[in-house]
């Protein structure tokens, strides 16, 4: 595996971890949206990783034939972004609000602060270890260029 392969890994994680920051502060924001351009409450989002390349087996990755640049993998990226169905909304009493069903319930999103939190903790936890991954890969290099001095 080339160095820049290792960085090419650390960098799509950290791409992967971006986005999926991203996602969360959208549905932290939306927390209160009642209505979107459909008429209907606000649906928490969620981000769906998948790797690169498939990993070679384990043999495989001993073996002489990894593949023309030796690589084993080739990091991770995001398939898709899913809304969450599975997750009722919260019906809230408020009949003068303006979304109000004839009952007087209002739909709000099913987007749960502590969980947004919790998974915001968890993108920037691996964004970081992804950080320093690439930090650590970068020294290698370097070290590796200092030998011939």
Known sequence: MSIFNALNISTSGMTAQRLRMDVISENIANVNTT??????PYRRKEVVFAEKANYPTFAQALSVQMGADGAVGK????SQITEDTTTPEKMVYEPSHPDADENGYVSYPNVNTVTE???LIDASRAYEANTTAFNASKSIALLGLQIGE
Not at 35 to 40: A, E, H, I, K
Not at 75 to 78: C, F, P
């Open 35 to 40: 209505r979107t351009s459909d008429g209907t």
């Open 75 to 78: 990091g991770v990226k995001v």
């Open 117 to 119: 939190m919790t998974d």
